[in-house]
């Protein structure tokens, strides 16, 4: 296919341009296989460069022969274009919502990138998870790097490569993978050189209504106890929603086959609630309607800070059992891909120095949500502007790096990067010219060749001239455990992740 | 008989005066002993009472009797302030002299001058002795002014635009009453504030009140300038409540947050103080003043009912918008103490200081709000304030804790009267003796930019860190670590200052030193800018 078929007007003059905190911009319209282009063909003005996978949703409206355009990117912000002759106008507009909505991942802009800057270190090999394992090896003699996985043939949705308990032979990591759901068996997420305990993720057991057990499964876990010393399972579905997983082939560990773990659940909505509340948030931050005095009311209703609060709660309770209570934790939900991350990696940021710095936030990211099969392709497909609402899409991974921001914001000295961070992570999530958060899984991820065709987020940021953007000039290397504060009062609108929106 | 208890108890809080500093040393007194009789003069009795005083209303006091008299002594403590003896080595009193700002603003200029008319408080007892006004109106013209104007508070100068000459004049409001009363002298005056810039032929008057309540104040002999009788004037209502209800509000912010912080429905608990809604309109009135004046070009003037409160509110906010002076710390104490102390907010009252009466009605946090909008413009302009934070809660600590005499009291004469000045320590000795507790590492000194703060509800925050700063539960882990890296970083600026100054130096040096070589690229650029 080209694109050349899907671009019906490739280009139109005198268009138009509004946008917020911008005065308005007049100037040719240009449309190309992956991008949007405003030009005025003035020097002092900005253009403006749209990737049509930005794009979440479009709306027309004609004036007599004036023609509008208003789209809605799923960074939140909203344009609009205003274009002279009608079917111009239409025409630009089936073209955007053909390009903007391409099957094919072969056909996204980082497959067609040939990157302006000079390639210092590949972001590719930046975080591989053997250097990752080097740094532990030398404090872990329990553990091992096994790749029982190389095939993705265990576990679809996990890496070749995986931190297992060395008393486990790879024959019973592939009985256990039969055992959780998705094929993903506990493995090691955190080792907390402090004192030695570990927390683990997986998917939900596989018990069903008969509850089925798998001594190895039982025996994986328990090899991470110390003698005497109990472990905590922490369960991110209340407690009738995962007895209610039992009719589905799901369940829980039961307290009969796990005496030595205690198992506590929490409330982490599922993803399409989530979706849901982004869109609720959005709308309301969108309103522009003069009558402010139901804002906070609004707010509250979106739920997304009570979405924050028992993120980062569950997160604080990981942390507290691993640091205050010495005891080795297992983490899941059903699937293991969300809420099992969002609080695996915030407890990292709780406990962990190094995932405060620039460089171990990027190995965070790699390790527990790339290389740990967070379904990027499928959650980021869509903002929350989209008519289309498909039930995989959900903001798991923006609401994390709110939560990161929260915990930011409460300890602005011990982060070594800034905000823009954060917010640059989370556009490039949704729309990127680099293939790092393409695909669905490491899987996908090689099946596309990514690494030969596309270029790594990593490689453009960790150059120093990017770097010293996101960098916090407070920041003061602390060593310690930072435990932030859950408190409503303590929590807030990340407002300028919405900062094309709230004015 | 009324009067001799009266005489004698004033002349004697004098002697008590003196009774008290130079008993300093603590030891106890027993005020009986202390009475100075008259030979064969034997006390009978004595009683704790409570004299209503037809003077200075009720006084607490202990009346002892003679075989020769009645003698009353005031029981009431003093305020700690006077007893303060903390020494610091930088005056704050100092800090604010009207002439001397007055002048920095380029004041008195051809169109006006200053006036020494209020020298004893005798045109208006709230307003300080110094007044700006405009050149061409007499003290004739003053005084008949002063007659339409509640408590006598005329239109004067708070603020003049440095380029435009647009002013920014604060009054109280005009007496027109339910008949609708007019008075030339007014008319004429306000048409000469206008005058006094030619650029617009319209003057704004800002009333902070809600329209309704302008209407309402016509009852009680107050009101409005209406379009009718001031022609060249626009009239608009800025909807901002009275101290009645700020005080309701803030009460409800303490329920939710004292004792325990309202959990389950935090969001809509806190709109439904309607606190921050009224920063909203506090903020909101002020950006309209200060855009008046600086885009508009046309001069302000501002009142409410009386001109000690929302009026203080929005010239104070409109100037640390427009002028940047008032964003250090030192132009900050001075917009502080003229724009408040001097101008009338009546602290004692508000606040009311060493009187335990909470329920007075009269009490109301509109110096808080004030601070408060403060606040909220320093999250908004991260780089526009010396000051920090901590230097904001500090002067709000102060304003209660009767630490220092620069809140006490209503109005200047009264201060004047009690000799605040002599008998007491001003707040701004501590702060400024300790500057660099107070300085905000960020601050990057911008000449002539006007700060617009965004005065919408989604941008306004509640300032946790000062009304549940001592809930356990948002307090930090290590004992702030942002000050300490803030005292680090400036500890930092001013040795890369004076690495600069010293390579300056070093540079000149060399020029001036004719074996350098001539073609040093350094010579290209004899002063380097610095962006401290």
Same mark, same amino acid.
């Given at each position: ?503 | ?314 010239? *104070?906010?409109?100037? &640390?918008? /427009?002028?940047?002076? %008032? ?6 104490? +001075?917009?502080? =103490? ?117 005065? *919408?509800?989604?941008? &306004?925050? /509640?300032?946790?860190? %000062? ?6 539960? +948002?307090?930090? =882990? ?55």
């Amino acid at each position: 296919m080209e694109f050349a078929e899907l671009i019906k007007t490739p280009r139109v003059d005198n268009v138009v341009l509004h946008r917020p905190f911008y005065p308005a911009v007049e100037g040719t319209l240009c449309l190309t296989g992956h991008h949007l282009i405003l030009s005025s063909r003035q020097d002092n003005t900005e253009e403006l460069w749209l990737l049509h996978s930005n794009i979440d949703a479009i709306d027309k409206r004609f004036v007599g022969p004036l023609g509008t355009i208003i789209i809605k990117c799923k960074d939140f912000r909203i344009i609009q274009l205003d274009i002279p002759g009608m079917e111009e106008c239409l025409n630009i507009a089936s073209s955007i919502e053909a390009l903007s909505t391409l099957d094919s991942i072969t056909l996204m802009y980082p497959f067609f990138y040939r990157p302006m800057f000079e390639v210092i270190e590949d972001g590719w090999h930046s975080f591989l998870p053997e250097q990752e394992f080097e740094l532990y090896s030398s404090t872990i003699s329990e553990w091992r790097l096994s790749y029982v996985n190389k095939e993705f043939s265990v576990c679809p949705s996990y890496p070749p490569a995986v931190i297992v308990p060395k008393a486990i032979d790879d024959d019973a990591l592939r009985k256990v993978a039969t055992f959780r759901h998705g094929g993903r068996f506990p493995v090691l997420s955190y080792y907390h050189k402090k004192n030695g305990m570990v927390i683990m993720r997986s998917g939900q057991p596989l018990t069903g209504t008969n509850g089925r057990r798998c001594k190895e499964d039982e025996k994986l876990i328990n090899a991470t106890l110390r003698a005497g010393k109990r472990g905590y399972i922490i369960d991110t579905r209340p407690l009738n929603i995962a007895q209610q997983a039992r009719a589905k082939g799901g369940g829980f560990e039961q307290e009969a086959h796990y005496p030595q773990w205690r198992r506590i659940h929490k409330s982490i909505d599922r993803y399409h609630i989530l979706q849901e509340s982004l869109i609720k948030l959005v709308e309301s931050c969108n309103d522009q309607t003069q009558n402010m005095d139901r804002w906070l009311s609004k707010l509250e209703a979106s739920n997304w800070l009570t979405h924050i609060k028992e993120i980062l709660t569950t997160a604080c309770l990981a942390a507290q059992c691993l640091d205050r209570e010495g005891a080795s934790i297992l983490i899941h939900g059903t699937e293991g891909t969300d809420s099992t991350l969002q609080v695996t990696s915030l407890a990292q940021i709780i406990l962990e120095p190094r995932s405060r710095t620039i460089r171990g936030f990027e190995a965070l990211i790699e390790r527990e949500w790339l290389q740990a099969g967070h379904p990027f392709q499928q959650r980021c497909a869509q903002s929350a502007y989209c008519n289309s609402k498909q039930k995989w899409e959900s903001p798991v991974f923006l609401l994390f790096l709110d939560c990161v921001w929260q915990i930011l914001r409460q300890f602005p000295c011990s982060f070594e990067f800034n905000e823009n961070f954060l917010i640059m992570l989370f556009e490039h999530a949704y729309a990127s010219q680099f293939g790092t958060f393409l695909g669905n899984n490491e899987s996908e991820r090689c099946k596309l060749k990514l690494q030969q065709k596309t270029m790594s987020l990593w490689s453009w940021v960790n150059r120093p001239s990017e770097l010293s953007k996101f960098t916090n000039p407070l920041f003061e290397a602390n060593n310690l455990v930072i435990w932030p504060s859950v408190a409503p009062q303590s929590l807030q609108l990340w407002e300028d992740s919405e900062a094309y929106l709230l004015k | 008989m009324a009067s001799a208890p009266t005489s004698k108890y004033n002349s004697h809080s004098l002697e008590n005066e003196s009774i008290k500093r130079t008993s300093r040393d603590g030891v106890n007194r027993d005020v009986g002993e202390t009475l100075p009789r008259l030979p064969g003069e034997i006390r009978i009795t004595d009683k704790e009472v409570i004299y209503i005083c037809p003077f200075n209303g009720p006084i607490k006091g202990r009346v002892y009797i003679t075989n020769y008299r009645l003698y009353l002594r005031s029981l009431e403590t003093p305020i700690f302030a006077f007893l303060n003896e903390e020494k610091f080595n930088v005056d704050g009193w100092t800090v604010y002299n009207p002439v001397e700002e007055y002048r920095r603003q380029g004041l008195p200029n051809h169109h006006w001058r200053i006036t020494f008319i209020n020298k004893c408080y005798k045109l208006c007892d709230t307003y300080p002795a110094l007044l700006v006004v405009p050149y061409r109106a007499s003290d004739e013209d003053l005084r008949r002014v002063a007659t339409f104007r509640s408590r006598n508070r005329i239109p004067v100068l708070s603020w003049i635009h440095p380029e435009n000459k647009t002013v920014i004049v604060r009054c109280s409001q005009p007496l027109v009453g339910m008949s609708g009363k007019r008075n030339k002298e007014d008319e004429r005056y306000l048409d000469v504030i206008r005058e006094t810039n030619r650029q617009v032929n319209k003057l704004t008057i800002y009333d902070a009140r809600p329209n309704v309540n302008a209407v309402a104040n016509k009852a009680t002999g107050g009101g409005y300038e209406s379009d009718d009788v001031y022609h060249n004037a626009e009239l608009f209502f800025l909807d901002i409540h009275n101290i009645h209800v700020m005080r309701e509000s803030l009460k409800k912010v303490k329920d939710i947050v004292y004792p325990n912080v309202e959990e389950s429905h935090w969001l809509s608990s806190l709109e439904s103080t309607h606190w921050l809604e009224h920063i909203k309109l506090v903020l909101t009135g002020a950006i309209q003043v200060a855009d008046r004046v600086s885009s508009g070009k046309s001069s302000v003037v501002v009142h409410c009912s009386d001109g000690w409160d929302r009026t203080a509110q929005l010239t *104070s906010l409109a100037m &640390l918008m /427009l002028d940047s002076f %008032y964003r250090s710390i030192e132009g900050f104490e +001075i917009l502080v =103490q003229k724009e408040w102390i001097s101008f009338g907010h009546k602290f004692a009252s508000r606040i009311g200081h060493g009187d335990k009466n909470h329920a007075d009605a009269d009490r109301s946090p509109i110096f808080l709000q004030f601070i408060d909008c403060v606040w909220q413009m320093s999250k908004q302009f991260p780089t526009a304030f010396e000051f920090n934070e901590r230097f904001l809660i500090t002067i709000l600590d102060h304003l209660y804790s009767c630490r220092f005499g620069t809140f006490l009291y209503n109005c200047e004469s009264a201060r004047e009267k009690q000799k605040v000045t002599e008998r007491t320590v001003s707040l701004w000795s501590l702060i400024n003796s300790n500057k660099d507790k107070f300085k905000n590492p960020f601050y990057t000194k911008e000449i002539n930019r006007v700060l617009y703060p965004v005065a *919408s509800m989604r941008h &306004l925050e /509640l300032w946790v860190n %000062y009304y549940i700063r001592w809930n356990p539960r +948002i307090k930090q =882990q290590q004992p702030n670590p942002v000050e300490q890296r803030y005292m680090e970083l400036l500890a930092l600026r001013d040795e890369y200052i004076k690495r600069l100054d010293e390579l300056q130096l070093a540079n000149s040096a060399k020029l001036s030193d004719p074996s350098a070589s001539p073609s040093s690229p350094s010579q290209m650029m004899p002063h380097v800018q610095t962006h401290f």
